[in-house]
Structures are given as structure tokens and as C-alpha cells.
């Protein structure tokens, strides 16, 4: 058993057990408390227009990123409840979309996981999105930084999340919470960017669909 301190992330000394990594859909429906709320989804979509968000957030090194799509796990209980943008606007929706969507899903966790004072702090904060439109002006400037190599040049102009897109809900809301950036400011994060950053900083992986989800994630980042 692997026990860790929070006390960096709310001014107080408290311990939790680090999980191991859970695998499946039937397992999460049957045992929804795998999760807590402010976990990350990380997604990867099988439309064309997530292999196109994946074209336009790759590095220089990469084929294609691995994340097209992030979200913010709000709710646990009989159901999960995550916020994100779907369609043309933030909405809280269930997480069992992404199993219709036949996405492949890992959700990781801060090490040590958060107070029950955080929690409640980034779920109020994430609620303020709900039913925004979503933000095409600020996808398409991530994509022109695409032709310079990811260079923080046309997301510079787009600073305002009253129109956000899904990596900017997660973003801003540790950010405003928790004074946690994910390897950039705000406005300049991609999906990709913060399953990075949480893979680089060793962010528990809590739960994946399947074994092949963990093993290319482990294999890509050696975690």
C-alpha cells in the first residue's frame, strides 16, 4: 500500500491510499466510486474531427497526439457526471457517453487526490460554463499555432473563456482552484498538453476501458 502527502495542494497535512489503475466499463458501472470528482478524463475520439484535433495539437514528433478531448469529472453517485463540450455548447453530461461514442477513455487523478473543500470549490467553478457556447474562434487559433510549431501566437489573442473549449474548462478551473497550470497558461493548453503534463508528473491513472488503453499509455510514457 503506497501512501501520499496532499499537503503541498490545501495547506493541510492528510493521507490517502494511492488506487491502482481499474480496467472496463462494466467494472466502473458497477463500482462508480473508482472515481471522484475533479478527476481528468482524458479521451481519445474516433470522429474525423477528433483525428483532426489530434493533427492539429500534435508536436513536431509526433504522428498524431493521444488526447483529442478533455473533461471534468463533477458528480459521482449511481450515475457519473462529467462536464466537457459537446456540440455546440458546455454541458454536464453522463461519462457513459464516451462508451457510446466507443472513445477510448483514462482518467487520472492528483497524487494523494483532493480535500473535500477543493472538490467543492472546482465543481462550483465548473458549473459557471455550464451552457456557454463553445468556443470554434479559439479552436481554430489553435490551429493556425499548428504552422508555428505550436508557438503561443494566435492563442495569445484568444484570452476571454466566455466562449471555451474543453481543455480550457479543466484548465481554468485548477487554475482558479488550486493556482495549478498544466505546463502553460490557460487559454494555451490543449488536450494533449494536460495528459502530459499529468503523465509527467506522475497524476495517478485511475481508471482506462481497456488493458490496450493502459499499455499504450504506459508504453508512451513509461508510467
Not at 504522428?63 to 454536464?92: C, F, M, P
Not at 497550470?181 to 490543449?190: D, H, I, K, M, S
Not at 502530459?196 to 481508471?207: E, K, N, P
Request: net charge positive; charged share 25%; proline share 3%.
Amino acid at each position: 500500500m503506497t501512501l501520499i502527502s496532499n499537503d503541498n495542494l490545501d495547506g493541510v497535512d492528510y493521507w490517502q491510499e494511492m488506487p491502482v489503475t481499474r480496467i472496463g466499463w462494466e467494472l466502473l458501472k458497477l463500482e462508480p466510486h473508482i472515481l471522484e470528482v475533479g478527476d481528468i478524463v482524458h479521451v481519445q475520439g474516433r470522429s474525423l474531427f477528433s483525428k483532426i484535433i489530434r493533427w492539429v495539437t500534435r508536436s513536431s514528433t509526433e504522428k498524431l497526439s493521444w488526447s483529442s478531448h478533455s473533461a471534468l469529472v463533477l458528480k459521482v453517485g449511481s450515475s457519473i457526471e462529467v462536464i466537457d463540450t459537446a456540440g455546440v455548447q458546455v454541458v454536464v453530461r453522463s461519462i457513459q457517453s464516451f462508451e457510446i461514442l466507443k472513445s477510448r477513455v483514462l482518467v487520472s487523478r492528483v497524487p494523494g487526490g483532493l480535500s473535500a473543500s477543493q472538490k467543492e470549490m472546482l465543481v462550483k467553478k465548473a458549473l459557471e460554463y455550464e451552457g456557454r457556447l463553445y468556443g470554434a474562434f479559439k479552436l481554430l487559433a489553435h490551429a493556425l499555432d499548428r504552422f508555428f510549431d505550436n508557438r503561443y501566437v494566435f492563442r495569445r489573442l484568444a484570452t476571454m473563456d466566455q466562449y471555451p473549449i474543453c481543455s480550457w474548462i479543466v484548465a481554468y478551473c485548477y487554475k482558479r482552484v488550486l493556482g495549478l497550470l498544466f505546463g502553460g497558461l490557460p487559454n494555451a493548453v490543449q488536450p494533449d498538453d494536460i495528459l502530459d503534463y499529468c503523465m509527467a508528473s506522475r497524476w495517478t491513472v485511475v481508471w482506462v476501458d481497456t488493458p490496450r488503453t493502459l499499455e499504450e499509455c504506459r508504453r508512451i510514457y513509461g508510467a
